[in-house]
């Protein structure tokens, strides 16, 4: 997910535990700051998790999610 040294529960400032707990869905959710909701994104999106959960869980717009997608390459398998 994100290069960062194992052990790290920081990294770039990124609450990497915050975008693990998002990721997984543990309740309460964890508020994120932009660059950990695009982390958390990426990581579900490889999940094959689908853009409008991810958008849901996130509190952001599907669109966003399908954006930041293109942006880094990631795609949900299909031709």
């Known amino acids: ?21 998002a990721v997984r869905g543990a309740l309460p959710l964890p508020e994120l700051n932009e660059d950990e909701q695009r982390y958390a994104a990426l990581e579900m999106a490889k999940q ?9 869980r996130l509190g952001v717009a599907e669109r966003t999610v399908v ?12 031709p």
Not at 2 to 18: E, S
Not at 48 to 56: F, G
């Open 48 to 56: 094959r998790v689908p853009e409008r959960t991810i958008a849901e």
């Open 1 to 21: 997910m994100i290069d960062a040294p194992p052990g790290a529960t920081w990294h770039r400032g990124v609450d990497l535990i915050a975008v693990e707990r």
């Open 67 to 78: 954006r930041w997608k293109a942006g880094s390459g990631v795609t949900d398998g299909r």
